[in-house]
């Protein structure tokens, strides 16, 4: 053995072969059902929506990477095509294709790179992008088209929560059925309709152990104690928690948005504050707010809680007494 | 059986294979030693001897004075060639003392045997121990005479023996306990008489599992007992095994003698009873040679002092695509960058295969899985950019002084941000400045 070529580096040398762009791609992967599934339902709009925001991110982070005299490497990772799969996904399909660039680049601009980039922003980027959209371009961000196999056909449409919120769709008796939310037969954001493909998609990433499962599970509990209690106390006027799980954003926000490590909590605790958050934040707006759906919001703000709850919700040193 | 464990970790690699089936082979002393006058954590004992002296096997040539300090030997009987300052495997050099072997192991004749050890008072126990350089083989190679003194107000109900050799590669423990499980015993009755502790149990990981029926069988008509352990690194870290096998937990900032446990690993258990049986003192060990590029992986009893370079091509020597020699197991071990160091009471093991080139950093993603495997309820990310930062405050109260650089946390990092590095940077900035402003 020549001494010359020894390495000398710190311990630990043995290391595990995860790597941030496996974990990357294995989201993307993830993300297939949901493609897919909106590719089924929304054909030549999904096709358009999903390029445009994907191109869109990805060179929004290859300019600033750019101007910020950064490595280029830092394009590969996969986070910015994560960042644009998940903001078509959320976007409303007859959206017009500046209005999807538009997102993008706010997406990468203002919700990821303003804050240094991967790993350093508060926001999830790809809500950060919608949210802008919703704000900026109220009307074409709540105008539905049914889904090319709903054979429905009016000249206005609205979501199933829209029907909920500002149609009393429990007293009208036109309530959503649970088996067309469970499949995707039904209007709504590109890739929220399916809650199959969503729910698969989410799997993966248990089984990956991508995401943390106090996340998806402490959104459920949540969302259906809130939604519950109304439910059992008045069933003539409020929807069921199961209508609220697979209905709207639900299932992408609990499995993609809110799960996104870099804008979740470090901790268990922090984890479990953050997700009972969301889903309590989520009851609040459909049931109360002004909006039909308040995933987008619910999981911004409790992004915003991240800092604070990875500072004062740490876990505990081994051999730390409680208060001294 | 309930297997027991403790919470975090981390599972990797273990290649115990490559040794766990070779018994142990006597070394034959090599030419020349160096023997290193710290290789222990304290101080260095002070020189005995003299360039041009003429030295015994078994004589003391450095004196541990203090109390945090221990005596070394001579490992060989030979002339000394120097004593000046050499690079030591630790990483900065230390006062050593070359020896050249005449091969005849002459051994020094003031070696005091005991006929019955057992009816020794815990002071002789330890004064033996101390006269004869005993040091924790486990690795961080604290004075054993220390660990045998309890504090007073400290009373002692429980020596834990550690058999656990959770450290991927490393064997050498394993075949000890195998080869020799009365010496074992024996000298942890020794270390139990010493602490006053009321029994014994020896902790074995699950991966291990002939030397835990071994002493099993061995400690049936006895007080002490085998307690099978789930193998997860870091198993055999004192404080976890602690709270594995008993569900104690050690204060921040304490030690073992304050939830009245003392740990011996079981390699400092044989020595403890070589030192008093036979007043042998601490001058060759069991290591583990392994690693892809080890030709003829072994586990062999070497002199303290046979440079590293000796031991290598005793095991047939190192193919040429090796690029990475570590001292120790590969979660904890140190990296070598010459061959021309020599085995020092902390070596456990020498490991060589070809490292892959340096992965790529990315920045941290906060996927949070350092603190999910951190096994001392850290979070290391959190510390590691407090010290990027110089908030040398902020890391202290984030109990960044509790970092036993087990390695779990890098080891699970898809970042591949090196945290220990970070964190063993920030532990030594914080004790300079204590120092300093003391």
Sequence with gaps: MPDKKLILQSSPHFKDRDSVPKIMYAVIVSLAPAVIASLYFFRLRAVILLLACVIACVATEALFLWVRKRPFHSLYDGSAVITGILLALTLPPSLSLELAIIGAVVAIALGKQIFGGLGYNIFNPALVGRAFLQTAFTADMTTWIPSLTDKIDTATYATPLGLLKFQDAVAQGILTPLKNLFLGNTGGCLGETSALALILGGLFLLFRRVIDWRIPLGIFLSLTAFTGIFWIADPGKYASPLFHILAGGFLIGAFFMATDLVTSPLSPLGTWIYALGIGFTIGLIRLFGGFPEGVMYSILFMNAFVPLLNRYARPRILGERRKE | ?438
């Design chain 2, 1 to 438: 059986m309930k297997i027991k464990s403790f919470p975090h970790g981390v599972h990797p690699p273990e290649f115990k294979e490559l040794t766990a089936e070779k018994p142990l082979e006597q070394m034959p002393p090599s030419e020349k030693v160096m023997i290193p006058l710290l290789q222990h954590f304290g101080s260095p004992a002070q020189p005995l001897v003299q360039k041009g002296d003429e030295v015994l096997l078994g004589q003391k040539i450095g004196e541990g004075k203090s109390l945090f300090s221990a005596s070394v030997h001579s490992s060989v009987s030979g002339k000394v060639l120097s004593v000046e300052s050499l690079n030591h495997p630790g990483g900065s050099p230390v006062l050593t003392v070359t020896i050249a072997n005449d091969g005849q192991d002459s051994v020094f004749p003031e070696r005091r045997g005991e006929k019955n050890p057992f009816s020794l008072r815990p002071e002789e126990i330890r004064q033996k121990v101390k006269e004869a350089g005993v040091v924790g083989l486990g690795g961080a190679a604290f004075p054993t005479s220390v660990k045998l003194s309890p504090p007073k107000d400290k009373p002692i109900d429980t020596l834990i023996i550690n058999g656990c050799e959770c450290e991927p590669l490393l064997t050498s423990d394993y075949r000890l306990m195998l080869e020799a499980p009365d010496d074992i015993l024996k000298g942890a009755e020794l270390a139990r008489i010493a602490t006053g502790a009321e029994r014994i149990i020896v902790g074995i990981e699950e991966n291990k599992k002939e030397a835990f029926e071994l002493f099993q069988d061995k400690l049936q008509n006895s007080p002490g007992e085998a307690v099978l352990l789930k193998t997860k690194y870091p198993q055999g870290a004192e404080k976890n095994l602690i709270y594995s096998l008993l569900r104690r937990k050690v204060p921040r900032g304490g030690l073992p003698f304050d939830v009245k446990i003392v740990v011996q690993n079981v390699g400092t258990a044989k020595a403890i009873w070589d030192a008093v049986k036979d007043g042998k003192p601490l001058y060759e060990r069991a290591i583990t040679v392994s690693g892809q590029s080890i030709k003829e992986p072994k586990n062999i009893i070497t002199r303290i002092g046979t440079p590293f370079r000796d031991v290598i091509n005793f095991c047939g020597g190192a193919s040429d695509e090796a690029n990475i020699l570590v001292m120790g197991g590969p979660m904890m071990g140190i990296a070598q960058w010459s061959l021309d160091v020599p085995v020092v009471k902390g070596t456990s093991g020498m490991l060589a295969w070809p490292a892959p080139s340096l992965s790529r950093e990315y920045p941290c993603i906060r996927c949070s899985r350092c603190l999910e495997h951190c096994p001392m309820g850290l979070v290391p990310t959190q510390l590691a950019k407090y010290v990027k930062f110089d908030l040398f405050k902020e890391a202290e109260d984030w109990g960044i002084l509790d970092c036993v650089e087990c390695g779990s946390c890098q080891y699970t990092c898809p970042s591949k941000i090196p945290l220990v590095h970070w964190i063993r940077l920030g532990k030594n900035k914080i004790i300079s400045l204590r120092k300093k402003s003391a």
